[in-house]
C-alpha cells in the first residue's frame, strides 16, 4: 500500500513538473516547416517561423525567416530576412541584468559571405535592434572574464582581401562587451585571448614562408593584432624583415573604386591601411583602443 502510494506521489509530481522553456532554436539544413515556434525566457517571448525551399527549385517569394519579438506579452517589434542554408534565434541575458536579449543569425548566402548577426536589447520599456554589418566568418558570444557582460569575438573583415585572397588572410581579433544595451570595443582588455591569437597568427606565418603562402595577407593582421597589445615598433621591425617584397598585392591606391596611384612598397601601404582603420594615429602612432566594432552606421553612435 505504501509503495503504491509513493508511486502515485511520484506520478503526481512529475505530472506537475512544468516544461523547461526552450531559449534556443538552430535551424538547420534539411529543417522543416516552422510556424510560431516559441522561445521564452523571463518576460521575453519570441515566436520564429521558417519555411524550407530547396535549390533545386525556386525560392519563396517573401522572406523566409521571420519573428516576432514581445516583452511582457507585448509585441515589441517583428522582423524577416532570406535565410540560406541555416539561421537560428537564442535568448541570453548578455548583461547580467535580468532581462535576456535576443540574438537572431542567419547567412546570406555567397561563397565566402555573410553571417547576419543582429541583437534586440532593452532600452527602457522598448526593444531596439542592433544589427552587426555582415560578417564574413560570424563570431561567437562567451563571457571572457567571467563579470557577467557577454562579449562578442569576431575578426576584423577589413582585412580580408586587403592584401591577399580570403584564404590567405589572417585578420585581427575584435572583442565588443556588451553594456547598457550598447556594444562596446573592449578588445584591448583581453590581452591573454589576443597573445593566443597573436601566436596562432605568427605560426600561419611561418607556415606561408615554408611553403610559398601569402605572407604579407598574414603580416597585415599581425601588427594589427600587436598594436592591440602595446607592441607596435617590435610587430614593425619583424614585418620589416619578413615581408615578401615580390608581391604587389594591396599596393594600388583607390578612390571611390578607381586606382589612382601606387604605393611604392608593401610597408608604406600597410601604414596608411592601418591609418585608415585607426589602428594608427595619423602622426602615425599606435592606437591600441581603437574601435572596430562592426556595427552598421545608425548603431555606431
Not at 522553456?21 to 518576460?43: C, D, F, H, V
Not at 593566443?196 to 605560426?203: I, L, N, S
Not at 593584432?225 to 617590435?234: D, N, Y
Not at 610597408?267 to 566594432?293: C, E, W
Amino acid at each position: 500500500m505504501r509503495l503504491s502510494w509513493l508511486l502515485a506521489g511520484l506520478g503526481l509530481a512529475m505530472l506537475a513538473t512544468p516544461a523547461v522553456a526552450q531559449t534556443r532554436l538552430e535551424i538547420g539544413p534539411g529543417a522543416e516547416w516552422l510556424e510560431n515556434r516559441e522561445l521564452t525566457a523571463g518576460s521575453v517571448r519570441v515566436d520564429v517561423s521558417y519555411q524550407p525551399f530547396g535549390f533545386d527549385g525556386p525560392p519563396p517569394e517573401e522572406d523566409n525567416f521571420r519573428y516576432r519579438i514581445y516583452y511582457r506579452d507585448r509585441l515589441q517589434l517583428e522582423d524577416s530576412a532570406m535565410a540560406y542554408f541555416g539561421s537560428s534565434v537564442e535568448l541570453q541575458d548578455l548583461d547580467s541584468d535580468g532581462t535576456a536579449e535576443v540574438i537572431t543569425e542567419y547567412y546570406s548566402g555567397g561563397a565566402h559571405c555573410c553571417m547576419m548577426i543582429t541583437t534586440y536589447g532593452l532600452r527602457g520599456d522598448t526593444f531596439i535592434e542592433i544589427p552587426f554589418a555582415p560578417l564574413d566568418g560570424g563570431g561567437r558570444f562567451r563571457d571572457l572574464n567571467q563579470d557577467g557582460h557577454s562579449e562578442f569575438i569576431t575578426t576584423d573583415n577589413a582585412f580580408l582581401y586587403a592584401f591577399g585572397s580570403y584564404a590567405g588572410s589572417f585578420p585581427p581579433t575584435v572583442i565588443m562587451t556588451f553594456q547598457s544595451g550598447r556594444f562596446i570595443d573592449t578588445t584591448a582588455q583581453f590581452r591573454d585571448y589576443l597573445r593566443g591569437h597573436a601566436w596562432q597568427m605568427y605560426q600561419a606565418l611561418l607556415r606561408a614562408q615554408d611553403h610559398d603562402g601569402e605572407v604579407n595577407a598574414v603580416l597585415a593582421g599581425y601588427v594589427a593584432q600587436k598594436i592591440r597589445l602595446g607592441e607596435f615598433e617590435q610587430a614593425w621591425e619583424f614585418m620589416q624583415v619578413h615581408y615578401d617584397r615580390q608581391d604587389e598585392w594591396g599596393l594600388d591606391i583607390y578612390d571611390d573604386g578607381e586606382p589612382i596611384g601606387r604605393h611604392p612598397d608593401f610597408p608604406k601601404a600597410l601604414r596608411q591601411f592601418l591609418i585608415d582603420l585607426g589602428y594608427l594615429m595619423p602622426n602615425g602612432q599606435p592606437n591600441p583602443a581603437v574601435d572596430r566594432r562592426p556595427l552598421m552606421a545608425e548603431e555606431e553612435e
